[in-house]
């Protein structure tokens, strides 16, 4: 059979040494009832070149970026991952290794990650960080949730609804069960930005933490200097969520404008788009809140013979120690995705970060004007932006088939998340959208 | 700061920010013309402390601390509940063929027909394997997998009136299963196993109430017994109008042997990076499916992959839903890892590597039982559990053993868990062991066994052979150092 090694003579000798005559011995503990009808009705086993063949059959019906012009974005971000990204993730020691639980033979996960956490701590301007969490959106609940536990008494939780959608979907899911938590949403303004003075209005000493992306889910980029000013007049936390982190390369990180958690979607920084999973979320907050962050962390420390070695610490706060009462209940996490965003930021480097992003920056600007410009095309919003934007298009669905049909999908279509913005779209643009397919978007929306 | 290439490539490593040299970088990219848009109030300059290095340099760093670790593909990795099988290299090819490793989760549906066949396939196959009626495949992990089918449950009963207050949970739980209890908004109340380990139907009668929303069980259990009373437990619970939720973490001792679905369960989560072969990854990533009965399938998660006729569609308009758990559809990646195994080995496949992870713990367990001590005498499924106890004497732990099977070249099975065992040793093989593999492992543990009792220091201060000896955890809990900082420490 495939991957069981043993022959029909491994088997006899076994089941001999065990004393047992046939391997039904060994399960006719389990009720009869239950062992009748346990068959498996499925196809049997196939080769590996069948089932390549049958993988490649249900790849090849899909429309990939490999073939397709994509400029979608909207949390999820397609970006040039070097090779040696995918060398270091597929190398077996990091891929079939489990949570490093003991650390005298985990010391090269443990130091990726504890290099993991300074990299993000760097990269948002905050003082720690964890190992990491499921995705952006989870990261943004247990976000919330972390500020329920930090303030005790507060049950008010104001999300802008300039925050990712599917964020949005993810907190309030987290949150029906919690039944004294209160969700609020605070509407945003002409320029895309979460509205401060909708805020400063909502905002009490009821509020425990107000949450806005950074940039949000239109691309544009928030001032948080007045949401946090307000945030301090009635004692509520900040939280920014970035869905596109590669952006922290060129603007003022969250932790520079005093932000209290900092959490966000890693899948831009060196994981493959893959349908949206598996990327990771990061999760930073200040120090002071260490000992309420979830997840994992991995610190520094000695062996008997002083030398350095990392271990997962302050796991008192986890659920395998501290089970009903631990801060959240991640086990298994996206350690691996992580490790590929250690590798990619650190080929990077510093000057590469900041190249990258700026290439994205220029690029999205010059096809944003050029859409304007040629294509007639209005701008929804006019705050900054990092690389995507939101335009509006005379009979948006009407017009779908014509970029399709040129292997062009020209951004998300935002209605059915803001019923209100029926002709908007939201197009995003990166290194990886070339010369020619700008062109082609460009002429097509030209095109009347 | 020192270099790492006058530490040899097997000890502690320099870190990546103690090494490379300003202005350094891999990465190549013509520069981009235009202004930026951003304005200066809003820019950040270059990150401090980045890492300044070349290609090579950082590949042979990260290969360097690669050789520091332990995993499947160089050592044995018995650690029980985890179930470390080999993780097929055909899986990786079909993960990362580009139209699945390139597909963007917001493009319309209808330009990724092959994507949600496969995924409704993939829920179809676990359905039959674990005997449910509907599948979602959006939680992340196991862990998110519980806050789910929790959700599914409390919406049920809150739809009948009443969401109730508590979780049943035995002792014997895997500590996440409190935790998921705590997050979904109840209270736990612990069910303590009888003498063999087991849960009695009994115990849960009396614990049951109209307070209590469900009784969250693994079967196998931890110690690697099936929970035989099973049926009478779940009638007990269902009698009082709970659920029965099973943590599908022990699957692989299951597929072609019994059912959930036929045990009375309503809903449980399948870890496939447990039973379905995907890599744990050093920590993730996972993913957690969740299985229902037909009357929780109003529940699920949206939005839903529905098929009518040839094709899938993407639907939201299902008002019972607990809404989403996670964002787009959980991680594809390794669903797609899943389906590639599952449709290698088929039916038989499948059934055999269930099979075979029951006969390798069991011929574990006999080859240790005389040396180690086993605190429960019920048949072993596809774990076993031993305990310190025989070698306390000479004042050995299980921590000790554990240390000293690094020495050997053999991962530790998982230690001090379950809970209610005291200096619990929790092996579990796998089927993808051979014999040979199984025996090296029980002489190894022999030989510590002897070493305990004629050399005890050895093993009280192992391990002797790892890039770092035993590390001072206590010091990094009371003096947390979470990241490098220029200059070191913070």
């Given at each position: 059979?495939r991957?069981?090694?043993?022959t029909a003579a491994?088997?006899?000798?076994m089941?001999?040494t065990?004393?047992a005559s046939?391997?039904?011995?060994?399960?006719r503990?389990?009720p009869?009832?239950?062992?009748?009808?346990?068959?498996?009705?499925?196809p049997?086993?196939?080769?590996e070149v069948a089932?390549?063949?049958?993988m490649?059959?249900?790849?090849?019906?899909?429309?990939?970026?490999q073939d397709?012009?994509?400029f979608?974005?909207?949390g999820?971000?397609?970006?040039?991952?070097?090779?040696?990204?995918?060398?270091?993730?597929?190398?077996?020691?990091?891929?079939?290794?489990y949570?490093?639980?003991?650390?005298?033979?985990?010391?090269?996960?443990l130091?990726a990650?504890?290099?993991?956490?300074?990299?993000?701590c760097?990269?948002?301007?905050?003082?720690?960080?964890?190992a990491?969490?499921?995705?952006g959106?989870?990261?943004a609940a247990?976000a919330?949730l972390m500020a329920?536990?930090?303030?005790?008494?507060?049950?008010?939780?104001?999300?802008?609804?300039a925050?990712?959608?599917?964020?949005?979907?993810?907190?309030a899911?987290?949150?029906?069960?919690?039944i004294d938590v209160?969700?609020?949403?605070i509407?945003?303004?002409?320029n895309g930005?979460t509205?401060?003075?909708?805020?400063?209005?909502?905002l009490?000493?009821?509020a425990?933490?107000?949450v806005v992306?950074?940039?949000?889910f239109?691309?544009?980029?928030?001032?948080l200097a007045?949401?946090?000013a307000a945030?301090?007049?009635h004692?509520?936390?900040?939280?920014t969520?970035t869905?596109?982190?590669?952006?922290?390369?060129?603007?003022k990180?969250?932790?520079?404008?005093?932000?209290?958690?900092a959490v966000?979607e890693?899948q831009s920084?060196?994981?493959?788009?893959?349908?949206?999973g598996?990327?990771y979320?990061?999760f930073?907050?200040?120090?002071?809140?260490?000992?309420?962050?979830p997840?994992r962390?991995?610190?520094?420390t000695?062996?008997?013979?002083?030398r350095?070695?990392?271990?997962?610490?302050l796991?008192?706060?986890e659920?395998h120690i501290?089970?009903?009462k631990?801060?959240?209940?991640?086990?298994?996490s996206?350690?691996?995705?992580?490790?590929?965003?250690?590798?990619f930021?650190?080929?990077?480097g510093?000057?590469g970060?900041?190249?990258?992003a700026?290439v994205?920056?220029?690029?999205?600007h010059?096809?944003?004007?050029?859409l304007?410009e040629?294509?007639?095309?209005?701008p929804a919003?006019?705050g900054?932006?990092?690389n995507?934007?939101?335009?509006n298009?005379?009979r948006?669905?009407?017009?779908?088939s014509r970029?399709?049909?040129?292997?062009?999908?020209?951004g998300?279509?935002l209605e059915k998340w803001?019923?209100?913005?029926?002709?908007?779209?939201?197009?995003?643009?990166?290194?990886?959208?070339?010369?020619?397919?700008?062109?082609e978007l460009?002429?097509?929306f030209?095109?009347? | 700061m020192s270099?790492?290439?006058?530490r040899?490539?097997r000890g502690?490593?320099?870190l990546?920010?103690?090494?490379?040299?300003?202005?350094r970088?891999?990465?190549?990219?013509?520069?981009?013309?235009?202004?930026?848009?951003?304005p200066?109030?809003?820019?950040r300059?270059?990150?401090?402390?980045?890492?300044?290095?070349?290609?090579?340099?950082?590949?042979?760093?990260?290969?360097?601390?690669?050789?520091?670790?332990?995993?499947?593909?160089?050592q044995?990795?018995?650690?029980?509940s985890?179930?470390?099988?080999y993780?097929p290299k055909?899986?990786?090819?079909a993960a990362?063929?580009?139209?699945?490793?390139?597909?963007?989760?917001?493009?319309?549906?209808?330009?990724?027909?092959?994507?949600f066949?496969?995924?409704?396939?993939?829920?179809t196959?676990?359905a039959?394997?674990?005997g449910?009626?509907?599948?979602?495949?959006?939680?992340?992990?196991?862990a998110?997998?519980?806050?789910?089918g929790?959700?599914?449950?409390?919406?049920f009963l809150?739809?009948?009136?009443?969401?109730?207050?508590?979780?049943?949970v035995?002792d014997?739980?895997?500590?996440t299963?409190?935790?998921?209890?705590?997050?979904?908004?109840?209270?736990?109340?612990?069910?303590?196993?009888?003498?063999?380990?087991?849960?009695?139907?009994?115990?849960?009668e009396?614990?049951m109430?109209?307070?209590?929303?469900?009784l969250?069980?693994?079967?196998?259990?931890?110690l690697?017994v099936f929970?035989r009373h099973?049926?009478?437990?779940a009638d007990a619970?269902?009698?009082r109008?709970?659920?029965?939720?099973?943590?599908?973490?022990n699957?692989?001792?299951?597929m072609g042997?019994?059912?959930?679905?036929?045990?009375g369960v309503d809903?449980l989560h399948?870890?496939?990076?447990?039973?379905?072969?995907?890599p744990?990854g050093?920590?993730?990533p996972?993913a957690g499916?969740?299985?229902?009965?037909?009357?929780?399938?109003?529940?699920?998660?949206?939005?839903r992959?529905?098929?009518?006729g040839?094709?899938?569609?993407?639907?939201d308009?299902?008002?019972?839903s607990v809404?989403?758990?996670r964002?787009?559809?959980?991680?594809f990646g390794?669903l797609?890892r899943?389906?590639?195994y599952?449709?290698?080995?088929?039916?038989?496949?499948?059934?055999?590597?269930s099979?075979?992870?029951v006969?390798?713990?069991?011929?574990?367990?006999?080859r240790l039982e005389?040396t180690?001590?086993?605190?429960?005498?019920?048949?072993?499924?596809?774990e076993?559990?031993?305990?310190?106890?025989n070698?306390?004497?000479d004042?050995?732990?299980?921590?000790?053993i554990a240390?000293?099977l690094?020495?050997?070249g053999f991962?530790p099975?998982?230690?001090?868990?379950?809970l209610?065992v005291?200096?619990a040793l929790?092996i579990e093989p796998?089927?993808?062991?051979?014999?040979?593999t199984?025996?090296?492992?029980?002489d190894?543990m022999?030989?510590?066994?002897?070493?305990?009792?004629?050399?005890?220091?050895?093993v009280?201060?192992?391990p002797?052979t790892?890039?770092?000896g035993?590390l001072?955890?206590?010091?990094?809990?009371?003096r947390p150092?979470?990241?490098?900082?220029?200059?070191g420490?913070?």
């Amino acid at each position: 059979m495939r991957y069981t090694p043993h022959t029909a003579a491994d088997k006899e000798r076994m089941l001999r040494t065990i004393g047992a005559s046939a391997f039904e011995d060994l399960i006719r503990h389990i009720p009869a009832a239950l062992r009748q009808n346990a068959q498996i009705a499925l196809p049997q086993g196939l080769t590996e070149v069948a089932v390549k063949r049958r993988m490649a059959a249900l790849a090849g019906k899909n429309a990939s970026a490999q073939d397709w012009s994509l400029f979608l974005g909207g949390g999820i971000y397609h970006h040039a991952i070097p090779s040696a990204v995918d060398a270091i993730i597929s190398r077996a020691e990091f891929a079939t290794s489990y949570t490093p639980y003991q650390p005298e033979v985990s010391q090269g996960t443990l130091q990726a990650m504890y290099e993991f956490q300074t990299l993000v701590c760097q990269l948002t301007g905050m003082e720690v960080a964890n190992a990491g969490v499921y995705d952006g959106a989870s990261a943004a609940a247990e976000a919330v949730l972390m500020a329920r536990r930090i303030q005790d008494g507060r049950h008010r939780v104001l999300v802008s609804r300039a925050l990712h959608p599917q964020y949005r979907q993810v907190i309030a899911t987290f949150l029906r069960n919690l039944i004294d938590v209160e969700l609020v949403e605070i509407p945003f303004s002409a320029n895309g930005a979460t509205d401060a003075d909708a805020l400063a209005r909502a905002l009490d000493d009821r509020a425990m933490c107000v949450v806005v992306g950074y940039p949000n889910f239109f691309g544009v980029v928030e001032e948080l200097a007045p949401l946090r000013a307000a945030c301090d007049r009635h004692g509520a936390l900040l939280a920014t969520v970035t869905t596109e982190p590669l952006s922290l390369a060129l603007l003022k990180p969250p932790g520079a404008w005093g932000a209290d958690i900092a959490v966000g979607e890693g899948q831009s920084l060196g994981v493959p788009m893959s349908l949206g999973g598996p990327g990771y979320g990061f999760f930073a907050s200040q120090k002071k809140f260490v000992r309420s962050l979830p997840g994992r962390l991995v610190g520094e420390t000695v062996d008997g013979e002083g030398r350095r070695g990392f271990v997962l610490t302050l796991s008192t706060r986890e659920q395998h120690i501290r089970r009903e009462k631990a801060t959240s209940n991640i086990c298994t996490s996206q350690s691996l995705c992580a490790l590929a965003s250690t590798v990619f930021m650190s080929l990077l480097g510093k000057s590469g970060m900041r190249r990258l992003a700026e290439v994205n920056a220029r690029r999205a600007h010059r096809v944003r004007d050029r859409l304007v410009e040629e294509a007639g095309l209005a701008p929804a919003f006019s705050g900054p932006f990092f690389n995507e934007f939101v335009v509006n298009v005379d009979r948006l669905s009407e017009r779908r088939s014509r970029f399709f049909a040129k292997r062009i999908v020209p951004g998300v279509e935002l209605e059915k998340w803001y019923p209100e913005m029926r002709d908007a779209l939201l197009v995003c643009v990166t290194e990886m959208n070339e010369e020619q397919e700008i062109e082609e978007l460009v002429g097509t929306f030209a095109a009347r | 700061m020192s270099e790492p290439s006058q530490r040899g490539s097997r000890g502690p490593q320099a870190l990546i920010f103690e090494s490379g040299s300003p202005g350094r970088s891999a990465f190549f990219w013509p520069e981009e013309t235009g202004a930026s848009g951003i304005p200066d109030a809003l820019s950040r300059e270059e990150i401090a402390g980045f890492p300044e290095m070349g290609e090579l340099e950082v590949l042979r760093h990260f290969t360097r601390l690669s050789h520091l670790n332990f995993s499947i593909e160089s050592q044995f990795y018995p650690l029980g509940s985890c179930t470390m099988k080999y993780n097929p290299k055909v899986n990786e090819v079909a993960a990362r063929m580009p139209c699945f490793a390139l597909l963007h989760p917001l493009i319309p549906p209808e330009l990724i027909p092959g994507a949600f066949e496969l995924l409704t396939e993939l829920e179809t196959m676990l359905a039959e394997i674990a005997g449910m009626d509907a599948v979602t495949l959006q939680p992340a992990a196991g862990a998110q997998g519980e806050l789910t089918g929790l959700m599914l449950i409390r919406a049920f009963l809150a739809e009948r009136g009443n969401p109730r207050k508590k979780i049943l949970v035995p002792d014997t739980a895997h500590g996440t299963n409190p935790a998921s209890s705590t997050l979904c908004g109840y209270d736990v109340v612990q069910i303590p196993s009888n003498k063999q380990g087991i849960i009695e139907p009994e115990a849960v009668e009396r614990a049951m109430s109209e307070d209590v929303a469900a009784l969250m069980i693994t079967n196998p259990n931890t110690l690697g017994v099936f929970e035989r009373h099973i049926q009478a437990i779940a009638d007990a619970v269902h009698r009082r109008g709970g659920l029965v939720y099973l943590d599908g973490a022990n699957l692989n001792a299951l597929m072609g042997i019994a059912k959930p679905g036929h045990m009375g369960v309503d809903v449980l989560h399948i870890n496939l990076h447990k039973t379905f072969s995907t890599p744990h990854g050093g920590g993730g990533p996972g993913a957690g499916p969740v299985g229902v009965k037909a009357h929780l399938k109003d529940y699920l998660p949206v939005p839903r992959i529905v098929k009518s006729g040839d094709r899938c569609e993407l639907r939201d308009d299902f008002p019972k839903s607990v809404g989403r758990v996670r964002s787009f559809f959980g991680n594809f990646g390794i669903l797609v890892r899943a389906y590639t195994y599952m449709i290698s080995l088929g039916s038989d496949g499948l059934e055999d590597a269930s099979r075979m992870a029951v006969l390798n713990a069991n011929y574990v367990r006999k080859r240790l039982e005389n040396t180690y001590f086993l605190p429960s005498p019920e048949p072993s499924m596809h774990e076993c559990v031993f305990t310190d106890r025989n070698q306390q004497k000479d004042g050995v732990t299980t921590l000790d053993i554990a240390k000293r099977l690094l020495d050997y070249g053999f991962h530790p099975p998982t230690i001090y868990f379950p809970l209610v065992v005291s200096g619990a040793l929790m092996i579990e093989p796998t089927e993808t062991e051979t014999r040979e593999t199984l025996d090296a492992f029980a002489d190894a543990m022999t030989a510590i066994a002897r070493e305990a009792k004629e050399e005890p220091a050895v093993v009280k201060s192992a391990p002797h052979t790892t890039p770092v000896g035993r590390l001072d955890e206590a010091r990094a809990a009371r003096r947390p150092v979470l990241r490098w900082e220029p200059g070191g420490g913070d």
